[in-house]
């Protein structure tokens, strides 16, 4: 048990279009789904902290206004990357737990490639 | 907030060798402390956890040690294997702060086989 599906695994969008992340539960519901930023070879940065039907928490140096968040039901979450750049290129990946803690089960990440 | 430091960044072992990994968290109050590995290219996946109400917890070849005093834990795998070549992060957790895991910076493992 636990699975979280998270789509699409590779995406490349040009330069100033928006992208979106989801992020399942297939097998459970989620409290709690946290989206991260992972640089190769480096650790998870949490980027934010989303809580179903509330308002995401973001990290400090995160742009809500850029990484749009929404937690529409227990079982997804959704991450947008709006207005695309290059620098936004990167590995996201999302987690999801029953309950606070408990252990975190993590999607399969996403690499996005902004040309 | 809390700081955990995970060391050492890379670890070079030969097969049948044991492997330690070591983490130091900052916050006394942080009680559940998971550890994840992820393989290239997969997610992390949690292998073991210990929370502060005891001192070690084994699982076959791995174990976690945890030592409240010290505020640090580490990971103990035996008799490794090329397959668990991968990365692995610990993590801190504690209530309070609706338990929102600080991740380490993770200590990359390499079997020789």
């Known amino acids: 048990g636990a699975v979280v599906s998270q789509h699409p695994s590779r995406v490349i969008c040009k330069s100033g279009t928006s992208v979106k992340i989801e992020c399942r539960s297939l097998d459970f519901q989620a409290t709690t789904m946290f989206w991260y930023r992972q640089f190769p070879k480096k650790s998870l940065m949490l980027m934010a902290t989303s809580n179903e039907g509330s308002k995401a928490t973001y990290e400090q140096g995160v742009e809500k206004d850029k990484f749009l968040i929404n937690h529409a039901s227990l079982t997804l979450s959704t991450l947008t990357v709006t207005s695309a750049h290059p620098e936004d290129s990167s590995f996201y990946i999302c987690s999801a737990r029953r309950e606070f803690n408990s252990p975190l089960h993590f999607g399969n990440g996403t690499r996005l490639t902004v040309t | ?113």
């Open chain 2, 1 to 113: 907030g809390e700081n955990v430091e995970q060391h050492p960044s890379t670890l070079s072992v030969q097969e049948g060798d044991s492997a330690v990994i070591k983490c130091t968290y900052s916050d006394s109050a942080s009680n559940y402390f998971p550890w994840y590995k992820q393989e290239l290219g997969k997610r992390p996946q949690l292998i073991i956890d210990i929370r502060s109400n005891v001192g070690e917890k084994k699982d076959q070849r791995i174990a976690v040690t945890l030592n409240k005093t010290a505020k640090h834990f580490s990971l103990h795998i035996t008799e490794t294997q090329p397959e668990d070549s991968a990365v692995y992060f610990c993590a801190a957790s504690m209530s309070g702060g609706s338990y929102i895991p600080t991740f380490g910076r993770g200590t990359s493992l390499i079997v020789h086989p």
